[in-house]
């Protein structure tokens, strides 16, 4: 399981350019990577043991990167408020949406709530809710692709 979530997070790394010049990436991939030990941990203690690659590592990844995502997300829709505030270098649109593509969209609509940050930019929230669609659109499909 472990090994499962490092490839996929490299996976990411490679394919988005935005992850490769923030932090916001490194500190996802050490959240996912130590909650995906904790738990490969709590099996292995239990004498269960999850195959690389299997489904249920595959959802168990899915479920540790949508939390941690999540959680970087908002933090960095916090941070780049603060920069914004203070005047210094902000947190590129580009990590913020890619932020977002990856699963961070939940927690990125309270964020800009909670915040009052990016309301106000149309551009931004045009791409946003692009972004939110296309998600949707992606889980419907998986949903029906999977039965439900």
């Known amino acids: 399981m472990l090994m499962t979530t490092i490839a996929f997070m490299m996976g990411i790394f ?5 992850f490769r010049d923030s932090g916001f990436f490194v500190l996802h991939m050490a959240l996912t990577i130590g909650a ?4 490969e941990q709590k099996f292995a203690a239990r004498g269960i043991e999850i195959a690389m690659f299997s489904k249920a590592a595959l959802y168990y990844f899915a479920f540790f990167h949508l939390i941690m995502i999540n959680i970087v997300t908002f933090m960095a829709y916090g941070i780049d408020k603060s920069k914004a505030i203070k005047g210094q270098d902000r947190v590129k649109e580009s990590v913020l949406f890619s932020l977002g593509i990856f699963g961070g969209t939940p927690l990125a609509f309270v964020a800009q709530i909670f915040f009052h940050h990016k309301t106000k930019k149309k551009e ?21 692709m999977m039965g439900f």
């Open 14 to 18: 490679r394919i988005v350019p935005a």
């Open 36 to 39: 995906t030990y904790l738990a």
């Open 124 to 144: 931004f929230q045009g791409i946003f809710i692009t972004i939110f669609i296309l998600q949707m659109i992606a889980i419907i499909g998986l949903l029906k």
